[in-house]
């Protein structure tokens, strides 16, 4: 890369270091200064609806993300601009290939030439293969109307009996907090009214119990 190169990828870095040092400033200035209980003017963000401020909460969530990426691509300009002056600037630092010149003038703190960046980002983007026999969580929430098995639906169930943000009023036609959580008047362990008829077999009598009747054994 001649001094030339050097010059002009140079004043790229400085322009968007300035960049990012003015997107940082201005987070702060027109957002994160203020903490989000006085942007919203609450005394307090802990609601019995957190969804009241939800917008506001990714708001600033969104905001401290932003600023995060700023910080870092500060700390890529700087690194870039330090190897300018050791004259290691361009080199890829996997392959020690040159880094193409059209990736620089986009992205000039970049430490990877496109085929080692593509080979980095195939290897982040590939999931554990423990996912393809693990399917413990495949369809958890697929609740048919004819199982019984446990599933999604009912660990929700039962962690929301003991209480979530619905009050007894926001739920059409609970009269008691028990009637709020979700399907409270589902039948549990059973599908049909019918199956929790307990049923049993009198070996002495060799007669069926269903329920409080006694029927002979079928011939």
Request: glycine share 6%; aromatic share 8%; hydrophobic share 30%.
């Amino acid at each position: 890369m001649n001094k030339e190169d050097l010059t002009r990828f140079r004043q790229l870095l400085l322009d968007k270091k300035k960049d990012e040092e003015r997107m940082i400033e201005n987070m702060w200035e027109y957002g994160l200064k203020e903490s989000l209980s006085d942007s919203i003017s609450e005394f307090s963000t802990y609601d019995n609806h957190p969804a009241d401020i939800g917008a506001e909460t990714f708001e600033r969530s969104k905001d401290l993300a932003l600023r995060e990426n700023s910080k870092r691509i500060l700390e890529d300009i700087e690194a870039a601009l330090a190897r300018i002056e050791q004259g290691t600037y361009g080199r890829c630092a996997k392959c020690s290939d040159y880094i193409e010149k059209a990736r620089l003038q986009v992205l000039p703190q970049a430490t990877l030439c496109s085929h080692c960046s593509a080979k980095v980002a195939n290897i982040v983007a590939h999931r554990p293969v423990e996912e393809e026999v693990h399917d413990i969580f495949t369809g958890i929430f697929e609740d048919q109307p004819d199982s019984t098995a446990y599933d999604g639906e009912d660990a929700w169930q039962d962690v929301d009996k003991y209480g979530t943000s619905n009050a007894v009023g926001d739920v059409p036609g609970a009269r008691t907090f028990k009637d709020a959580f979700h399907h409270s008047d589902e039948m549990i362990g059973h599908v049909w009214p019918e199956d929790k008829i307990p049923v049993s077999f009198n070996r002495s009598k060799r007669k069926y119990v269903i329920g409080d009747k006694t029927f002979p054994k079928d011939k």
